[in-house]
């Protein structure tokens, strides 16, 4: 997720990883004060390691992955897939939140980031629930779909992988996903700039992604096989619910 | 969301802002959403997701609720319709079944939360105003979920004592909404700590206070905010620290911070 604006006529989008006016309030206050105090160690560790990665910029931020455990935690989920995992940290996030005996199928087409966070989650003693996939998520969807003992045998997904790929992903996951179970899409609002004129400047990629996401927004919200919650945490995270 | 009497004479101030006079020298207040719009980097952000995925989902009840709402002069303390689109869909993920809330105003969140517990859902509801109760109540009897709410007028800190009082009650709760006098939230806490179950949610409402949280003391702002900023500054550390429950803020409306009890 490359940010705009290299050639300083178009404004920077993800210049930062949240939607608040305020960065202060962000920054200073929600993460200082409600977030990073309770951020396990290991958790800490990987997102060290990551914000210092070239593209660190696609890693989840903290104050998400603690909504993704809370999420877990809550409706008690036990087997869930994640698609897109880059270096791990939101799927360490899940593996910590899942019981004992819970599984994450977490699939990506670059082992090579997951394994700078696997050791942190094999430190933090959680790797047994994880079940690394490489390779196109599409595929690998499609393998589990082969199966009909998959077939709405997931509690809960997480989608933080190529937008425009996001609406395949939606019919391929509500088939694996129960009825009642939970789907969470990452960066649907784009930086806001879902919201902003058709012409406003930004990049070519920007435009291309933002007009993916305004489009999944739609579906997703005239889509009567789940309920919809559209929230500002993060870059937008869209929570589903499973319904039909 | 209830009201103290000190928050209930400091609210009309804040609308007083947003009143014009017109020519014959009364005054018409505008409806403002002060929390949400002023968090988010663009109000155009906002109208779009509740444009997007807000509104064409509210259900009729709800938006009838909205708009009777809308009218009244302290219609700021009204929990917004992404904030109730949340809550329902909170409701429903943790399978709630028997719930309460504290501070209603005109009945918004408690409408959310009466549409998504089963039907035989209760809900526990407390504020010091009938009268603003009343005037949503015909939505949610038209919504036929009106059987499922208990209100009591008054304050809730002796209700809530009094429901200690019987063992029966500990831990019986499955979820409790808190959207009422900042300047008591910390002793609710300590009673719901006690009537909440283990592994149910309590969802304390304002905690970003109109982003006041993070301004130094000495910025301008509202009276009203002035005057209970400390208070909620003073929640968050404490729910921070409080290893009883895990915690999760998110900024919906005005800040919600959402307490899972753990111990």
Redesign the interface.
Same mark, same amino acid.
């Given at each position: 997720m490359a940010t705009g604006g290299r050639d300083g006529s178009v404004p920077v989008v993800h210049s930062d990883k949240t939607l608040l006016r305020s960065r202060n309030l962000y920054k200073q206050y929600v993460l200082e004060t409600t977030v990073l105090p309770n951020e396990p160690e290991c958790m800490r560790e990987l997102r060290i390691l990551t914000d210092n990665h070239e593209k660190g910029i696609m890693a989840s931020p903290p104050d998400e992955a603690q909504l993704l455990q809370m999420l877990i935690k809550l409706t008690g989920a036990k087997t869930t897939i994640e698609v897109g995992v880059f270096t791990g940290y939101s799927l360490l996030a899940t593996a910590l939140a899942l019981p004992d005996d819970g599984k994450v199928i977490a699939i990506d087409t670059n082992p090579e980031y997951y394994e700078l966070g696997r050791p942190f989650i094999e430190k933090a003693g959680v790797a047994h629930k994880v079940d690394f996939r490489a390779g196109l998520a599409l595929q690998h969807l499609d393998e589990l779909l082969a199966d009909e003992a998959n077939h709405g045998a997931f509690d809960f997904a997480f989608v933080d992988a190529d937008k425009p790929s996001y609406v395949k992903y939606h019919e391929q996951l509500l088939r694996l996903v129960r009825v009642g179970g939970v789907l969470v899409y990452d960066n649907t609002l784009w930086d806001g700039t879902v919201a902003l004129p058709p012409d406003a400047p930004m990049s070519d990629m920007d435009r291309r992604i933002s007009a993916a996401v305004r489009e999944l927004n739609a579906r997703l919200a005239a889509d009567g096989r789940v309920e919809v919650c559209q929230l500002t945490i993060a870059d937008g995270v869209t929570i589903c619910r499973r319904v039909v | 969301m209830a009201s103290t009497a000190t928050e209930a004479a400091a609210q009309p101030a804040a609308a007083a802002e947003q009143q014009q006079v017109n020519g014959n020298g009364e005054q018409k207040t505008r409806h403002s959403e002060v929390g949400h719009k002023? %968090?988010? @980097?663009?109000d155009?952000? #906002?109208? #779009?997701?509740l444009e997007?995925? =807000?509104y064409? $989902?509210e259900p009729e009840s709800m938006k009838e609720l909205r708009e009777v709402t809308a009218k009244h002069p302290w219609n700021l303390m009204t929990t917004s319709a992404?904030e109730g689109?949340?809550l329902?869909? %909170?409701l @429903?993920?943790?399978g709630a079944k028997k719930t309460m809330e504290i501070g209603v105003y005109t009945g918004y969140s408690l409408l959310a939360t009466a549409l998504a517990i089963p039907e035989d859902g209760t809900i526990l509801a407390m504020d010091i105003n009938r009268e603003n109760y009343e005037l949503g109540l015909p939505c949610i009897e038209k919504a036929g979920v009106a059987h499922k709410i208990d209100f009591r007028e008054g304050p809730a800190l002796p209700v809530l004592d009094q429901l200690l009082e019987d063992d029966a009650n500990h831990g019986s709760f499955d979820f409790v909404f808190v959207d009422a006098d900042k300047d008591n939230y910390l002793n609710y806490h300590e009673r719901l700590m006690k009537l909440v179950k283990m592994?149910g %949610?309590i969802g304390y409402d304002n905690t %970003?206070w109109n982003?006041s =949280? =993070?301004l130094p003391a000495d910025a301008p702002m509202r009276k009203y905010i002035r005057y209970y900023r400390d208070f909620v500054i003073e929640l968050? @550390?404490a729910?921070?620290?409080d290893d009883r429950v895990?915690?999760?803020?998110?900024? =919906?409306g005005d800040g919600v911070?959402?307490c $899972?009890r753990v111990k």
């Open positions: - | 002023s %968090l988010l @980097k663009s155009d952000l #906002y109208q #779009y997701i997007t995925s =807000v064409p $989902r992404d689109q949340f329902n869909m %909170l @429903k993920l943790i592994g %949610l %970003l982003g =949280v =993070v968050n @550390k729910l921070a620290a895990e915690i999760c803020q998110l900024p =919906v911070t959402l $899972r």
